[in-house]
T-cell receptor, first 116, second 110 residues
């Protein structure tokens, strides 16, 4: 149980285009999902907190107009990187909290974004 | 600024030895404490969670928590080459985002 999926696992896009990443909780309802970004040899940095049915809360320094987050249902959150640039190339990881077990988070497998 | 500090390593131990990983955190309001293992290019994998002071054992892994000292540790007994990875310490309050340390790289030599 407690499986989180992400799609796609890898994506390569051209500079200036947009990319959408999906995060799904497969066997539980997630009232809250988090989006993290990890650059090579660095730790995970929180980008934003996504709550079902409300606007995402972004961390300081994260551009909300560039990283669009939609949490339309209790099992799906999406992150859209708009007008991607090479510096956006990173490993994007989502996590979700089971609303019945708020003490633990479950991570998706991550999405490797490369912007050329 | 809530922070989690870890020695970056690398920590090198021979196969069969005990590996000891340490972590300190700044937020006294933290309620939950986790150790994740991360292989290169992969998502973190939960190894241990601990919520109260003392020790918690699971197989070859033992987590220790001392809230007064704001200190969390992970012991790996009988270390195996497959344990070679980056170990991330993370803390949070229930229902909030995890705050991660920078990770300690463990290398187990056969």
């Amino acid at each position: 149980g407690a499986v989180v999926s992400q799609h796609p696992s890898r994506v390569i896009c051209k500079s200036g285009t947009s990319v959408k990443i999906e995060c799904r909780s497969l066997d539980f309802q997630a009232t809250t999902m988090f989006w993290y970004r990890q650059f090579p040899k660095q730790s995970l940095m929180l980008m934003a907190t996504s709550n079902e049915g409300s606007k995402a809360t972004y961390e300081q320094g994260v551009e909300k107009d560039k990283f669009l987050i939609n949490h339309a249902s209790l099992t799906l959150s999406t992150l859209t990187v708009t007008s991607a640039h090479p510096e956006d190339s990173s490993f994007y990881i989502c996590s979700a909290i089971d609303r019945g077990r708020i003490y633990e988070q479950y991570f998706g497998p991550g999405t490797r974004l490369t912007v050329t | 600024q809530k922070e989690v500090e870890q020695n970056s390593g690398p920590l090198s131990v021979p196969e069969g030895a005990i590996a000891s990983l340490n972590c300190t955190y700044s937020d006294r309001g933290s309620q939950s404490f986790f150790w994740y293992r991360q292989y290169s290019g992969k998502s973190p994998e939960l190894i241990m969670s601990i919520y109260s002071n003392g020790d918690k054992e699971d197989g070859r892994f033992t987590a220790q928590l001392n809230k007064a000292s704001q200190y969390v540790s992970l012991l790996i007994r009988d270390s195996q080459p497959s344990d070679s990875a980056t170990y991330l310490c993370a803390v949070n309050q229930a229902g909030t985002a995890l705050i991660f340390g920078k990770g300690t790289t463990l290398s187990v030599s056969s």
